[in-house]
């Protein structure tokens, strides 16, 4: 079974500062791809930045980054220059080209993410 | 441009009932995915429609079934209710069956089993 290990339950970060989120993932395909979801307190799921296992090239989307260590099957989310708005629940979820999972997202028990002003 | 709409957004719904959630794709989207996501855990996986047809299941019984409409939205049906049916439903579409073409969520529907 895929399995998706989140260990920080709740963070905190001071506005302006920059904080990391861990996520790693078990799986013996080869072909996926990497997403970090955020979920406000509106419950909506929103798409924050999305790697694809392929490449080598960490993704980066404005003020967030991350570095993927394929290897060590490890997908962290740096959050550069916090925001208030930047408060929110973070998933991390692995989506695979093959085997039973194929077409769907396997969630993390996600990561409480607060920001002090 | 509409996002994904769900409806109802809230329920309340007694043990051994019977309910029909309904999702919205954004339009030109043909794949729906069901999603359950219990109070402090992440969303765990249901259903995947794509083309009218049931293309992935997750691990839960067959008191949910759901199916998806030729406008592409779906409903997805849970009877007799039991209160760890209780959680929140999420429906996300994407253009293709391929999730990692982006999938958007829509904000879900709450359900509580009394």
């Known amino acids: 079974a895929q399995t998706v290990t989140q260990s920080q339950p709740e963070m905190s970060v001071q506005e302006a500062e920059t904080v990391t989120l861990s996520c790693t993932y078990d799986t013996s395909e080869s072909d996926y791809y990497l997403f970090w979801y955020k979920q406000p307190p509106s419950r909506q799921m929103i798409l924050v930045i999305r790697?694809?296992?392929?490449?080598?090239q960490n993704a980066t989307e404005n003020r967030f980054s991350v570095n993927f260590q394929k290897a060590a099957k490890s997908f962290s989310l740096k959050i550069s220059d916090s925001q208030l708005g930047d408060a929110a629940m973070y998933f991390c979820a692995p989506a695979y080209a093959g085997g039973t999972s194929y077409g769907k997202l396997t969630f993390g028990q996600g990561t409480i993410l607060t920001v002090h002003p | 441009d509409a996002g994904v709409t769900q409806s109802p957004t809230h329920l309340i719904k007694t043990r051994g009932q019977q309910v029909t959630l309904r999702c919205s794709p954004i339009?030109?989207?043909?794949?729906v995915s069901w999603y359950q996501q219990v109070l402090g855990q992440g969303p765990q996986f249901i259903f995947q429609y794509y083309e009218k047809e049931e293309r992935g299941r997750g691990n839960f019984p067959d008191r949910f079934s759901a199916r998806q409409f030729p406008n592409y939205s779906s409903e997805l049906n849970v009877n007799a209710l039991l209160l760890g049916d209780s959680a929140l439903y999420l429906c996300a579409s994407s253009f293709r069956r391929e999730v990692w073409t982006e999938a958007f969520f829509g904000q879900g529907t709450r359900l509580t089993v009394v």
């Open positions: 790697q694809e296992a392929y490449k080598q």
């Open positions: 339009s030109g989207h043909k794949s």
